[in-house]
């Protein structure tokens, strides 16, 4: 089956004063009609970048400076401002951090979801609209007089599964969800990642899931793409990066995190931060901090291994 | 076994009522003045050399309980005593004295540093509040403790300003900055909530590891329970202002008793695909402290509310050695 989002050698460069930001540099990247992809990896790591970059929503001074991005065979890189405008919300949803923040709060729920169908279904009737809203509510569980509410009557969770609503209104088929519960409570956050996982099946999603959770991840993904320094690291079947990671940093990243369901007496740390991406090390961007650092990573880009289904980009598998 | 042991804090029925702001209809029609009841009625103690996890969501008073401790908010009623010393009565004087044994370690390492000031001297300001060393001394000192905390090489550090650091380095400078004046007591307030996944089991391994070095003990207020577990020897779990169950760290993850106890484990993500929620997730959020439900203040959540627990509130009573829990069950 053709892959509903094919990523190819997709750079995003920020030129700034003191020089260039390499944030993203020549990933690749395919994703699945239904699958649920989670994209993680630390701040500034690229991740965010990619997922905006999907949508051409870069922030300036962020570009696109080479590589394409196919969406049903489509190349969105190429295509016009007016092409991207009728792609952007009606096939592919974006939802973002912070629910304050992308809602505007001087208007109702329910002129906010009507905002966003008048856009871009030209000549609906405002009934119609309005109960389209009251459906919609009603799938995130909330109740649809709700829709009368402005966002400061409402509480962060219901803020955060309006945004939701207000992606799926016009049926997209690819959500991207950009840390969607990081400014969310703990038990919030797990009523949330339940109404995602039904909603994915609900409307038959293929979601991009960007997070530095790696809790969250596991929950919900099919695939897991671990970034690092603005490159992929390693891609693979969820069950696998948790029980076999092959990457030392999905390795190191692994075993600093908590599990409450562990008993490990100590977590590992990685000595070293995330590199500098002005001036990233030469060869293996992760090589300074890798305790398996051979020679070769000092100087040569790692190459792909794939091992069904199964990429990492290490020379340890070379 | 506890009872021998110095307890180093002691907070009794401790409460912070914040007043609503009263708008121009209100005063009209002389309504009654409102409270955000942030903390009410907190009672906990501290051996010397433990650390007590306090957990909760956003908005339960965990951070505020650690601010009044410290004092750095002014409680409208209760007791805090350190050492056995009532510290609430202290001048500002005699407070500023105690605040050299008493530190605290903030969630934000970009907004609890001063971008204008070299790290060096912002990690000997605290001493030279509290002190009056010589230039050469105070700058042994800091280098010293800027080793201990891993911030090497000290003097070339010494001259750089936050923005020259990693967010890592920053949150070492925090630390830093809190022991420089050897300090007993640390509140610290989510150290690690700001930080990357790599970085956090850095600042943690080193929190644990300066405590042994040190003697300190900690009050670790944290809002993740995954955590907690690294670094807590009990945990006190907060909902809406009071504390709901208390106990030895295991003893709590493993047996908890009270509802909202059980609902914070289950909702805690777990890093392992195959792993399977057992425990259901309630509806609803926390709701408003300035109003909140009659009775204990869970029931409106409570899968296993009874008609009592909507009138009146329960104590917490002790169900185990050391294990305390406020509910009817």
Redesign the interface.
């Known amino acids: 089956m053709e892959p509903i989002l094919k990523i190819e050698d997709l750079s995003v460069h920020y030129p700034i004063n003191i020089g260039t930001v390499r944030a993203v540099e020549e990933v690749s990247l395919e994703l699945h009609q239904g699958e649920v992809m989670g994209l993680v990896g630390e701040s500034g790591c690229g991740k965010s970048t990619l997922g905006f970059s999907i949508l051409r929503l870069l922030r300036p001074p962020g570009k696109i400076v080479g590589g394409r991005i196919l969406y049903h065979g489509r190349d969105i890189v190429q295509m016009s401002e007016r092409e991207i405008l009728s792609l952007r919300g009606r096939k592919i949803a974006m939802i973002f951090q912070d629910p304050l923040t992308s809602l505007n709060p001087l208007f109702r729920i329910d002129q906010q979801f009507m905002e966003t169908l008048f856009t871009h279904e030209k000549g609906l009737d405002k009934k119609e609209a309005f109960n389209r809203a009251g459906r919609m509510l009603e799938s995130l569980g909330i109740s649809p007089e709700r829709l009368l509410d402005y966002p400061h009557q409402m509480s962060g969770g219901m803020r955060q599964r309006i945004m939701i609503g207000m992606g799926l209104i016009l049926n997209p088929d690819l959500l991207i969800a950009d840390e969607p519960t990081t400014s969310l409570d703990v038990i919030v956050e797990a009523q949330f990642l339940d109404l995602l996982n039904d909603l994915r099946r609900q409307f038959d999603l293929t979601i991009i899931l960007i997070t530095h959770n790696l809790g969250n991840v596991a929950q919900l993904a099919d695939r897991i793409t671990v970034m690092y320094g603005g490159t992929i690291a390693e891609i693979g079947p969820a069950n696998e990066i948790f029980d076999e990671p092959l990457h030392p940093y999905t390795q190191g990243l692994l075993a600093s995190i908590p599990n409450i369901k562990l008993d490990q007496p100590k977590l590992e740390t990685m000595p070293g931060s995330p590199p500098d991406l002005v001036t990233p090390p030469p060869g293996c961007v992760f090589h300074p901090r890798c305790p398996h650092a051979k020679k070769i990573c000092k100087h040569e880009i790692p190459e792909m291994t794939e091992r069904d289904g199964h990429l990492v980009f290490c020379w340890l598998y070379r | 076994m506890r009872e021998h042991m110095e307890e180093l804090i002691t907070v009794t029925d401790l409460k912070k009522h914040f007043p609503l702001q009263k708008g121009f209809l209100d005063n009209l029609l002389a309504r009654e003045k409102g409270f955000v009841r942030a903390v009410d009625g907190v009672s906990f103690s501290i051996i010397k050399g433990e650390v007590l996890g306090l957990v909760g ?2 908005g339960c008073g965990k951070t505020t309980t650690g601010r009044l401790i410290l004092r750095l908010l002014e409680p409208s009623a209760g007791e805090v005593l350190y050492k056995g010393k009532p510290i609430l009565s202290y001048s500002k004087k005699d407070m500023e004295k105690m605040r050299e044994k008493m530190q605290v370690i903030f969630q934000d390492p970009y907004a609890s540093l001063s971008p204008r000031m070299a790290i060096g001297k912002a990690i000997g300001h605290p001493l030279i509040i509290h002190n009056n060393y010589d230039k050469a001394e105070l700058r042994q000192r800091c280098l010293r403790i800027m080793e201990k905390v891993g911030l090497t090489p000290a003097s070339f550090l010494y001259r750089k300003y936050p923005h020259q650091l ?4 920053r949150q070492r400078v925090v630390i830093a900055r809190a022991l420089v004046t050897n300090p007993e007591f640390v509140v610290a307030d989510e150290p690690i909530a700001m930080a ?7 600042i ?2 080193l929190m644990v590891q300066l405590k042994e070095e040190f003697d300190l003990t900690y009050l670790f207020i944290t ?5 907690c ?2 670094i807590c020897d009990r945990v006190a779990i907060m909902y809406l202002g009071k504390i709901v169950e208390m106990g030895p760290l295991e003893e709590v ?1 493993k047996n908890p008793v009270h509802p909202y106890t059980a ?13 399977r ?1 057992t425990h259901p ?3 609803g ?2 709701p408003s402290p300035i109003n909140p439900p009659p009775g204990c203040r869970f029931h409106p959540r409570c899968a296993s509310a009874k008609s009592m627990c909507s009138i009146h509130e329960p104590d917490l009573l002790e169900v185990g050695p050391g294990h305390m829990v406020a509910c009817f069950q």
């Open positions: 969501e956003s990693s967010g890592g380095q990357d996944v790599s970085v956090r089991a850095m943690l391994e809002h993740d329970l995954a955590t577990k690294y993850f609902t914070l484990l289950a909702a805690v993500p777990v890093p392992d695909p195959k792993y929620r997730i309630p509806k959020e926390i």
